[in-house]
């Protein structure tokens, strides 16, 4: 077993000068509480009952909206009382307590009830004050974000009436009352109710009776004259079963006055008329609470417990009978228990603050889990300032063939200039679905690019089979779409947009490096894949195709934007994988012959920490993905920010987390065993701003994954986490870029378009936003202007195409 201890500090009664330095009078008595408990070596945490109107945004947080009752001390009010409890403890260097809950003394009531009581779901104080709290269904706070369970309330109903709703039921003695009160106009429900203000009703009473000449003779003595001098406890004593009569006249006559049989029985209405009207209006304020309480939860009938503390219900000789009766009239429907609070406030304060304690630390956990996820700047400059230097030895004749980040150089060296038309088709092999696209480009004052394109399916069997039946697959999927054009006898131009990294000698050949996101068909690595496109189409022997270009979908995403925006130097994919290209200065790329111009460079920056530079910042889930992954330890960058692993990682830390216990109960699924389950569209659909809790439960229960409320929360932190930290990293990596690009231009500042694709970026409700942000961030003196790609991989295939076939052409010449 796990003990744990608890502090609640309640106060009530203080004297003046002790409540003007309240918090540090606070902290002495709790210093010599501990120390003749001899708890002062202990480190504690502390429940703090503070039964005032605070507004909370969280357990440990209040700010004090205003005093009522007799505190009045300054500077308090619109201050965080947590915080003030705080510093005056730090003061105190001998005792070590932590302020863990800002308790109201309602809530006190109704958790001490609740303790014993699993119906419990109402607190009620009537003594020096009152005040309510109840349970009320998140989806009805619309300060407090979650739909979920639900939330204690508390009503702060001591200020009804405050805006002028009784004012048709207070009387004059009412208006006399709060006139001589310390805050008039303000909380004037409580001013008929509670015990702090009932003794003075019949004081104001009884002065009017007998100047009227009523009680007494008319004659009014000083005491009767003297604010205060009837209190609460003297009602209670009047109104006696037995002792009533003879307790009145005693009482009456200490206040100096000579009270007949007459003025004591009457003496004896006026305080069971006032102290009637109490329970009478508590009943009707309960009365509403409770039918609210019904309607939440669509019954006909309603068994409840209320958790009742305060002096007033407690010692007054007839109050208590007179509100339940009263109540059981007003809200027929609802059985209600009264449960008498035993130990208040104190042992309310200690159940929240344990449950709070609890939620406390399994908050420590959580935030341990995902704390290597948030990248603070220095490590983003890092990341930025390694992807540079990877970008430079990939440029370098002597450090290339080591260099991570390859940098391959496409032979695109020119941007469309409109003058482009034609026919083309166009393949899209690399993404998440294959294509086969006819393209038609016009130029002049009609230009225009239409598209037509047909997808087909890949099957995992030929991803993963052997070269020649992935090459036989497209050929097929080719000669479909022919067929279904009606133009198989055309001998088109063709762009084969090719997403995986290719060694380039020319536009029109291209040697695979290697596979990369889920593919992994045999005999294809160190091959050129144009050649072994046409050694397909000559195997079928059905049509003839005059293949072009080889193209990356980072390079057609670059020309599709470039045909729109010639400042597009630079594209970007955010998809299954990553990557970008960008338009480098010849002189600066090593590995190709020439001087002049640029030339389009595909950085495969997904490969980027391959060489173990960016390891220090990999999680250990991050390794489990990359374990489990078709090409361990490749990929590295990639499989931190893209599509394809994002929803894997996130899987993996709840994994960890259950096993933790802080999710699903502790219990691991069969779902969530499975491997790919969670995919990054997940994230999306749980990231979205719009998404209430109950359909984030929705989603994890589609994916056989029973969340309660908390999990939920839970996981939509995870989700954020991994998410926000892919697109830091992918800024951080553009940073490096643009900032290469400016130092290139040789311009104090640079303007400049990204093109940028791929799902990741356009669907995640936050993925671009932040991106973006930490470009600006990392690369201060660049201006980027981020222009969506439309179809990047079949129109820009067909636009490299076409601008190749048009430079063909001049050459030929
Ligand atoms: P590709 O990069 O394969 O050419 P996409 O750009 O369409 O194709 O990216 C597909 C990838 O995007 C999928 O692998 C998946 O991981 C991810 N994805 C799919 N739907 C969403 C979504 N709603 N939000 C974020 N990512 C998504
Ligand atoms: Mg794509």
């Given at each position: 077993m796990f003990a744990v201890h608890l502090l609640a500090f309640h106060f009530t009664k203080l004297k003046e000068d002790q409540i003007k330095k309240l918090f540090g009078y606070i902290a002495d008595c709790l210093s010599d509480f501990m120390e003749t408990r001899n708890l002062k070596q202990k480190k504690l945490p502390l429940g703090f009952t503070f039964s005032f109107p605070c507004k909370q945004t969280k357990l440990d947080e209040g700010v004090l909206l205003e005093w009522t009752k007799h505190f009045r001390v300054r500077?308090?009010?619109?201050?965080?009382v947590v915080s003030s409890l705080h510093r005056a403890l730090q003061k105190h260097q001998d005792i070590d307590v932590d302020v863990l809950a800002l308790v109201n003394d309602t809530v006190g009531t109704m958790m001490t009830c609740g303790y014993d009581?699993?119906?419990?779901e109402v607190g009620l104080i009537i003594g020096t004050g009152t005040n309510a709290c109840y349970m009320e269904e998140m989806r009805h706070?619309?300060?407090?974000?979650?739909?979920e369970g639900r939330m204690c309330i508390?009503?702060?109903?001591?200020?009804?009436?405050?805006?002028?709703?009784?004012d048709d039921l207070r009387t004059e003695f009412d208006r006399e009352l709060d006139l001589g009160?310390?805050?008039?106009?303000?909380?004037l429900f409580e001013k008929m109710i509670s015990s702090l203000y009932l003794g003075e009703l019949v004081r104001l009473i009884l002065l009017k009776m007998t100047k009227e000449g009523?009680?007494?003779?008319?004659k009014v003595s000083t005491a009767l004259l003297t604010?205060?001098?009837?209190?609460t406890k003297h009602v209670s004593a009047m109104e006696k079963y037995k002792e009533g009569l003879s307790n009145t006249r005693e009482i009456l006559r200490e206040l100096k006055l000579f009270p007949s049989e007459e003025d004591c029985v009457a003496v004896q209405h006026v305080c069971t008329i006032v102290s009637f009207r109490s329970a009478n209006l508590c009943a009707a304020a309960l009365a509403a609470i409770l039918t609210r309480l019904r309607d939440n939860k669509k019954l006909l009938r309603m068994r409840t417990t209320v958790g009742i503390d305060g002096g007033l219900y407690k010692t007054h000789p007839r109050y208590a009978k007179r509100l339940h009766k009263v109540l059981r009239r007003l809200v027929p429907t609802c059985d209600v228990r009264f449960l008498l609070s035993q130990g208040g406030s104190g042992r309310g304060a200690a159940l929240v603050t344990a449950v709070a304690l609890r939620l406390a630390a399994q908050r420590r956990r959580l935030d341990a889990a995902l704390?290597?996820?948030?990248?603070p700047p220095s490590t983003l400059q890092e990341v930025r300032d390694s992807m540079r230097a990877e970008l430079e030895y990939g440029l370098k004749r002597e450090t290339q063939a080591q260099?991570?980040?390859?940098?391959?150089?496409?032979?695109?060296?020119g941007m469309p200039d409109g003058t482009e038309k034609g026919k083309f088709l166009a393949l899209d092999l690399g993404g998440t679905n294959f294509r086969v696209l006819l393209v038609k480009i016009k130029s002049g004052r009609r230009r225009s690019v239409q598209m037509y394109n047909k997808i087909f399916a890949i099957p995992l069997e030929i991803m993963q089979g052997t070269g020649e039946e992935l090459f036989d697959h497209i050929v097929q999927c080719i000669a479909d779409f022919l067929d279904y054009m009606g133009i198989k006898g055309a001998r088109l131009p063709l762009g084969f947009t090719f997403s995986f990294p290719c060694r380039q000698a020319s536009i029109d050949k291209g040697t695979l490096v290697g596979w990369t996101k889920g593919f992994k068909a045999t005999?294809?690595?160190?091959?050129?894949v144009v050649d072994m496109l046409r050694e397909a189409i000559r195997r079928r022997n059905e049509f003839d195709l005059d293949i072009v270009a080889v193209v990356n979908d980072t390079v057609g995403t670059m020309m599709t934007c470039g045909y729109e925006?010639?400042?597009?130097?630079i594209g970007l994919i955010a998809g299954t994988g990553t990557n970008v290209c960008y338009m480098e200065d010849m002189k600066n790329i090593?590995?190709?012959?020439?001087?002049?111009g640029q030339m389009c460079i595909?950085?495969?920056?997904?490969?980027?920490?391959?060489?173990?530079?960016i390891d220090h910042i990999r999680t250990k889930y991050d390794r489990e993905v990359d374990e489990g992954?078709?090409?361990?330890?490749?990929q590295r960058y990639e499989k931190m920010t893209s599509g394809m692993y994002l929803g894997e990682i996130v899987r993996q830390i709840l994994i960890d987390l259950t096993k933790q216990g802080l999710?699903?109960?502790g219990h691991i699924s069969e779902s969530l065993r499975?491997?790919?389950?969670?995919?990054?569209k997940f994230l999306s659909q749980i990231e979205?701003?719009?998404?209430a809790l109950l359909q984030v439960r929705r989603i994890l229960q589609q994916l056989g994954l029973d969340s309660t409320c908390e999990d939920s929360i839970i996981v939509k932190e995870v989700c954020a986490a991994v998410s926000t930290r892919a697109a830091r990293l992918c800024g951080a990596g553009l940073a490096a870029v643009v900032e290469k690009k400016r130092q290139n231009r040789g311009v104090e500042r640079l303007q400049i378009t990204v093109g940028v694709d791929g799902t990741l970026y356009k669907l995640h409700p936050h993925f671009s936003r932040i991106l973006q942000e930490t470009v600006k961030e990392l690369a201060p003196q660049c201006d980027v202007t981020f222009m969506l790609s439309e179809d990047g991989s079949g129109k820009g295939a067909a636009l490299i195409t076409a601008v190749a076939k048009r430079l063909h052409n001049v050459g030929q010449k």
């Open positions: 500077g308090v009010q619109g201050t965080d009581d699993q119906r419990c706070i619309s300060l407090v974000e979650g739909d508390n009503t702060e109903w001591g200020a009804f009436g405050d805006d002028g709703a009784l009160s310390l805050n008039p106009g303000k909380q009523l009680l007494f003779n008319g604010k205060g001098k009837i209190e704390a290597p996820f948030l990248l260099a991570t980040v390859k940098m391959l150089p496409t032979y695109v060296c005999d294809c690595e160190g091959e050129d925006d010639p400042n597009c130097e090593e590995t190709v012959e020439g001087n002049e595909n950085t495969e920056w997904g490969a980027f920490g391959d060489n173990g530079c992954s078709l090409n361990p330890g490749k999710l699903f109960r499975k491997r790919g389950i969670f995919e990054t979205s701003d719009r998404l």
